[in-house]
């Protein structure tokens, strides 16, 4: 499995952006995804997660009513559309499956680059 994420820049607080990620594979339809997160010195986060078939979604308190992640498996695609973005988003996110005990994770894609401006 491949993971490319896109979408991230440099955006001024209280601002939008949306996330994309393009996973090849074809195990995603029934994969649960996630999106997460590695701000400056710190370790990764899990931010947001998605059932395989999209009906539930779950977000860490930091992302809980202002970022959403959806996905389109006919596109093999995962987002997250991020508003009123703070200072302290700022940080590379990535997409991976959502943990599993029982399964290990994709390799990690590059990443996408968010920087908040106060």
């Known amino acids: 499995v491949q993971l490319v994420e896109s979408g991230g820049g440099l955006v001024q607080a209280g601002g939008s952006l949306r996330l994309s990620c393009a996973v090849s594979?074809?195990?995603?339809?029934?994969?649960?995804m996630g999106w997460y997160r590695e701000p400056p010195g710190r370790q990764r986060e899990l931010i947001a997660s998605i059932t395989s078939g999209g009906e539930r979604t779950n977000y860490a308190d930091s992302a809980r009513g202002r970022f959403t992640i959806s996905r389109d498996n006919a596109k093999d695609m995962v987002y997250l559309q991020m508003n009123s973005l703070k200072p302290e988003d700022t940080a590379k996110y990535y997409c991976n499956r959502e943990p599993d005990p029982l399964a290990a994770m994709f390799k990690w894609g590059q990443g996408t680059q968010v920087t908040v401006s106060s």
């Open positions: 594979g074809s195990t995603f339809s029934i994969t649960p």
